[in-house]
């Protein structure tokens, strides 16, 4: 098995035993999907990802796509393995059946992605950019939409991208200029350029559709005046196979740090007579519509950045068992053998800190997704609202709590190889240059910190935080009674008081006219959420472990639901006290960077 990738009993604990996805299956849209079916269905991702997208994770790096003859060529292992995972059925795996999707629980789609992340995150982004375009054309799109664009998207004949970002805008799509014109027909011409679209320019599939925020010529100015307009690369045909090249045009490649694999664009639309597309959903909609695919994104962006996490860590804990060097404290004698690494205490720590980052980052990242599920197909309305509220609050979390503290676990990675860890010759280099990019794309760490403080913690006279706030003191209460976890539950009943403090706290400074100072703190009110959050889930899933251990398992499942307890202490001891540094800033709500003047730079 390859080291990268996530160990299959990692996800049936997380997928069986904390989230018991298995009873989805009985509600309709899932009903084909039980146990049985989602164990098959990742033990050929597992094979797809081990045979056909880990094998060239390391020569889609090093051979970036490039330019040749005015086309994108991408090293053909790409465009190989994209085609298994279509055939496959998993580009159509969340889908609508009367598509060609499989209508598989969107919990289970996050942890087939998770595995092909950890193996070749740079061929996988070109699939779940197509996934997210899918699925917010199967809820915004028309009837007319829906088939045309649906079942090639799905069957992987077609894939999609998102065209936000323009160059003098950035993140502030309040800005964008990109502008949309009606034509009698009902289409619209597009004329503007976007920048840093993934996947905008390729020869993967037959056709690439585009997903791109416009104004039309009288909307209003900021983000209440834009609209969102499908604009495929070729126009269809009659018989909706692709024919005219649009009026898009690829401006440059973008080069990066990490997901080298990946074509990153500039492109520019409407060079010509402008490039022929069609208003999706309501006019002046298009940031809402786009959110819904952007807030799937960055999940997935979490999600990803949770895969990367175990990559790095997989990756440094195989090295480590085989790289022989030094003797334990004691052993003086030159002439006796050196021993693995892994025997070194030092080296420890830093393998169960990954551990810790990178299997509480996936936890939260499937937990999300659980709650997507539940919004989408819980038997009751409120139910679904629950459901609802919680993914909201939790999304910036889940977009950047994984993205930033499995970067440190990838750093950790490369210290535990050592100096190799700082060479091309191993693969935990390429590992933390990859994840690198997910701090900044589908909103920076800053964005996703304005989001949660700004928005979700106050939107609905704060019901999110305070059912959030419920549902952890509901499993710290279950947990008072378990002698290996009180400790945890005390402390965390703790720190959750604190966080309700400094939150209401924060909440009065803004309406009390220092909403600048306080917004300049949000990044450190979401670090300190995040890491309350990923305790909560540790403490959850400690539970679980400490039920299997209870019930005298065989020795391979002891070890793996001890390591799991030995996590959630680490988090514990290690994680969770950061937190209360961070409320005692937050409490003092030091105006030093918001006051000082720009020429003290």
């Not at 949309?180 to 390729?202: C, N, T, V």
């Not at 700082?422 to 900044?440: A, F, G, H, K, S």
Request: charged fraction near 20%; aromatic fraction near 8%.
């Amino acid at each position: 098995m390859d080291d990268s990738l996530i160990p299959r009993r990692e996800l049936d604990f997380l997928l069986f035993d904390l989230l018991e996805v298995e009873r989805l299956a009985e509600r309709p849209r899932h009903a084909d999907h039980g146990r049985d079916t989602i164990a098959a269905m990742l033990d050929t991702a597992e094979a797809l990802a081990r045979d056909h997208f880990a094998p060239h994770n390391r020569k889609a790096d090093e051979a970036e796509p490039r330019l040749e003859n005015g086309r994108v060529v991408t090293i053909p292992e790409v465009g190989a393995a994209l085609r298994r995972f279509s055939e496959a059925g998993f580009m159509a795996a969340v889908g609508d059946a009367e598509w060609g999707g499989l209508q598989v629980p969107y919990s289970v789609n996050l942890a087939i992605n998770a595995l092909f992340s950890a193996a070749n995150i740079s061929t996988m982004t070109y699939a779940f950019l197509t996934q997210a375009a899918a699925n917010l054309i199967s809820v915004f799109g028309s009837q007319a939409q829906k088939e045309t664009w649906l079942p090639p998207l799905l069957a992987g004949d077609f894939f999609g991208t998102m065209a936000l970002t323009e160059p003098q805008a950035g993140s502030s799509l309040a800005d964008l200029r990109t502008r949309a014109e009606p034509q009698e027909d009902g289409s619209y011409r597009l004329f503007g350029a976007k920048i840093f679209i993934s996947g905008g320019e390729h020869e993967l599939a037959r056709n690439i559709v585009h997903l791109v925020l416009a104004r039309l010529p009288d909307a209003p100015p900021g983000v209440k005046g834009i609209s969102l307009f499908l604009v495929p690369r070729f126009l269809p045909g009659p018989d909706g196979a692709p024919g005219e090249k649009n009026d898009i045009a690829l401006a440059g490649l973008i080069h990066k740090m990490g997901y080298r694999g990946t074509t990153s664009t500039l492109l520019n639309f409407g060079e010509a007579e402008g490039a022929t597309g069609w208003l999706v959903g309501e006019a002046g909609q298009g940031l809402a519509a786009m959110f819904h695919m952007m807030n799937e994104s960055r999940v997935i962006v979490g999600n990803g950045a949770a895969a990367l996490g175990h990559a790095g860590y997989r990756q440094s804990l195989a090295y480590a068992r085989e790289r022989a060097q030094g003797r334990p404290p004691g052993a003086k004698d030159p002439a006796t053998p050196q021993v693995p690494i892994l025997r070194h205490a030092d080296v420890k720590r830093m393998l169960l800190a990954q551990k810790a980052y990178a299997e509480g980052a996936l936890a939260l990242t499937l937990y999300c997704g659980r709650l997507i599920d539940d919004e989408h197909t819980a038997d009751d309305a409120p139910a679904r609202a629950e459901a609802r509220r919680l993914l909201d609050i939790l999304t910036p979390i889940a977009k950047s709590w994984p993205s930033q503290w499995c970067l440190e676990g990838n750093n950790l990675a490369i210290q535990v190889l050592g100096g190799y860890g700082y060479t091309r010759d191993y693969p935990v280099e390429q590992t933390w240059r990859d994840n690198r990019l997910n701090p900044i794309h589908e909103g920076t760490h800053g964005i996703q910190a304005q989001d949660l403080l700004g928005r979700k913690v106050r939107q609905e006279d704060g019901a999110a935080f305070a059912l959030l706030c419920d549902r952890i003191e509901a499993t710290i209460a279950a947990s008072r009674d378990t002698p290996p976890l009180a400790s945890h539950a005390g402390a965390l009943e703790n720190i959750l008081v604190r966080v309700r403090a400094t939150t209401a706290g924060l909440l009065a400074a803004m309406a009390g006219g220092r909403a600048e100072t306080a917004l300049g703190h949000a990044s450190v009110y979401l670090e300190a959420l995040g890491h309350v959050v990923v305790a909560w889930l540790w403490l959850k899933q400690a539970r679980v472990a400490q039920a299997g251990l209870d019930a005298a398992p065989a020795a391979a499942e002891h070890a793996f639901l001890t390591g799991k307890l030995a996590a959630c202490h680490h988090f514990f001891a290690w994680e969770l006290p950061r937190v209360g540094p961070w409320l005692d800033g937050l409490a003092v709500l030091d105006g030093t960077w918001a006051s000082l003047p720009e020429d003290c730079f």
